[in-house]
């Protein structure tokens, strides 16, 4: 009989969403830092017990691992999104607006962190920053190849530096979260969109890219 209560236990479904058990870790994360997080909190903010939080996720460094990509597939999807845009302002344009309204969010998870979430570990060591940067390195090298294509189909102008532009438009993307943070508002934000638009280098052929995505936007409807 107590064999039978105890996989009657064992199978029981989890009393909690895993989804918002992790969005809640990411968010406590981002508050304390990886190291000065410890499990109790976890535990604490998720409202399960430790063996529980052991059985979902594993261990810490696996919780992290685990709320880190949630956080990148839901909150910062716009960066597949942008990467796919057939021009490169359009790829900027993208990522700069979609930026600004996940910073200005109330329901986001932790909006103002956005792209310069990684920030955030500099000081840390191990898994977590490990993580974060592998994510964060990932994005600038996609951008940079997503730009030095744009430069060889004549998008951008051929002396244009791909990489820097690249580094550039996350440069100003993580300025945007810093200064999000410290409590700028949405048109001092949407400032720093429209001149770093102003100063994007267009390539002969950047007109092309851009009627092939009306023509494409067209046909849609």
Not at 127 to 153: G, I, M, N, P, W
Request: hydrophobic share 45%; proline share 2%; with cysteine.
């Amino acid at each position: 009989m107590a064999g039978a209560d105890h996989k009657a236990r064992r199978g029981r479904p989890r009393e909690f969403c895993t989804q918002e058990a992790l969005a809640t870790a990411i968010r406590l994360f981002w508050a304390k830092g990886f190291e000065g997080t410890s499990v109790s909190d976890l535990a604490g903010a998720m409202g399960i017990s430790k063996p529980s939080l052991y059985a979902a996720f594993g261990d810490k460094e696996a919780l992290f691992a685990k709320a880190f990509r949630l956080y990148t597939l839901e909150e910062l999807a716009f960066v597949d999104e942008a990467l796919e845009k057939p021009s490169a302002r359009m790829v900027a344009e993208h990522l700069l607006h979609s930026a600004l309204a996940l910073h200005c969010s109330q329901s986001s998870a932790c909006g103002r962190m956005g792209m310069a979430g990684f920030a955030l570990f500099s000081a840390e060591t191990g898994h977590a920053k490990t993580v974060a940067l592998t994510y964060f390195a990932s994005v600038r090298d996609r951008l940079r190849s997503r730009f030095a294509c744009a430069r060889a189909e004549g998008d951008v102008p051929a002396g244009v530096d791909a990489g820097g532009l690249a580094d550039v438009l996350l440069c100003v993307l993580q300025g945007m979260a810093v200064q999000a943070g410290t409590g700028a508002s949405e048109r001092d934000l949407q400032r720093m969109i429209d001149l770093m638009l102003a100063f994007w280098p267009c390539g002969t052929n950047a007109h092309r890219a851009s009627d092939l995505a009306e023509a494409s936007h067209a046909s849609q409807h």
